[in-house]
């Protein structure tokens, strides 16, 4: 499922909205800052994303502009505990519609942005392994680590 390119949705049904709900609280539980359809099997073109209090649910994400870059330790619920270097862009302008189904339009920078760029990456069936800046760096990290926990929160 994670390789596979994921489809647009037509519309934001209520399932639709039910589903971003259990998206928000799967994200949550495991004190994450990003979640695709995909990696709960739904292959749709759907994530949520939040970091801080900045939460949004996007549906069909299309990023429309880019700048700067910046290379950053990544890791992701598909695969537990492996983190290694991703370079991504450190703005993003991000189109979407919304969990009403409206046109959103979404600025976003650090963080948020490689979020973003991340759960899009896979909507198109990418893992951030497959842009590893050197793969020689992906490991593993113990989740009790003192590294795990300020991975976690960067």
């Known amino acids: ?3 596979r390119k994921s489809s647009r949705i037509r519309s934001v049904t209520p399932g639709i909205r039910r589903m971003i709900d259990d998206m928000f609280a799967t994200m949550d539980h495991h004190q ?3 979640v695709a359809a995909n990696q709960i099997g739904r292959p749709w073109r759907l994530v949520v994303v939040g970091v801080d209090d900045d939460r949004m649910a996007l549906v069909n994400p299309e990023i429309v ?3 700067g870059s910046e290379v950053a330790d990544e890791g ?3 695969l537990p505990n492996w983190y290694g270097p991703v370079e991504r862009a450190v703005n993003i302008r991000v189109r979407a519609l919304d969990a009403q189904g409206r046109p ?5 920078s650090g963080l948020l942005a490689r979020a973003i760029q991340h759960e899009i990456d896979h909507l198109d069936g990418v893992i951030f392994t497959d842009r590893l800046t050197d793969p020689d760096a992906l490991r593993f990290v113990d989740p009790s680590s003192d590294e795990a926990q300020r991975l976690r929160a960067s």
């Not at 959103?104 to 976003?108: D, T, Y």
Request: glycine share 6%; net charge positive; hydrophobic share 45%.
């Open 104 to 108: 959103l339009r979404r600025e976003a």
């Open 76 to 78: 992701c619920l598909s």
């Open 65 to 67: 502009w880019s700048s």
């Open 32 to 34: 994450a800052v990003g």
């Open 1 to 3: 499922m994670l390789r």
